[in-house]
């Protein structure tokens, strides 16, 4: 699974209408969130650091969820925009998280483990864990 990432408001314009995953690594105003879904209407997921989330105006937030975008929070780590504009999920995680769920764990352990493993966040792996169900 690609994530791509984008590294600034400029970058908006010239995404594919395919993307389903954007990391926003630059502080997003509400109107480049709107124009972010207007140019991908296909996005399930914009990921955001920590940081900027706290940023994201409730009025926002509604927008997504009437659009079912989901507005994860977390950091893309070790990824290099330089040499390739998507962060890839390899697809050992997703067998891992085959393995751990085939063990009973709970929701929490599950998102524990996994996250120490795979340096994901908590909120990227509750959606990948809800994508892959459907």
């Known amino acids: 699974m690609r994530i791509r990432v984008v590294s600034s408001k400029e970058e908006i314009n010239s995404l ?3 993307e389903k995953i954007i990391h926003l690594a630059f502080r997003p105003s509400n109107k480049d ?13 914009i990921h955001i650091p920590s940081s ?6 409730n ?10 975008v989901e507005l994860l929070e977390g950091d893309v780590w070790g990824h290099r925009k330089d040499i390739n504009e998507y962060s890839e999920i390899k697809p050992e995680v997703f067998d891992r998280i085959q393995e751990l769920k085939a063990e009973s764990l709970s ?28």
């Open 59 to 68: 009025s926002t937030k509604m927008f997504l969820n009437m659009q079912g």
């Open 52 to 57: 900027y989330m706290r940023t994201v105006s």
């Open 33 to 45: 969130i709107f124009t972010l879904v207007r140019t991908c209407p296909g996005v399930k997921a």
């Open 16 to 18: 594919g209408k395919g």
């Open 107 to 134: 929701e929490s352990d599950l998102l524990n483990r996994l996250g120490r493993e795979t340096q994901l966040s908590k909120d990227l792996i509750k959606f990948l864990l809800k994508e892959k169900v459907k």
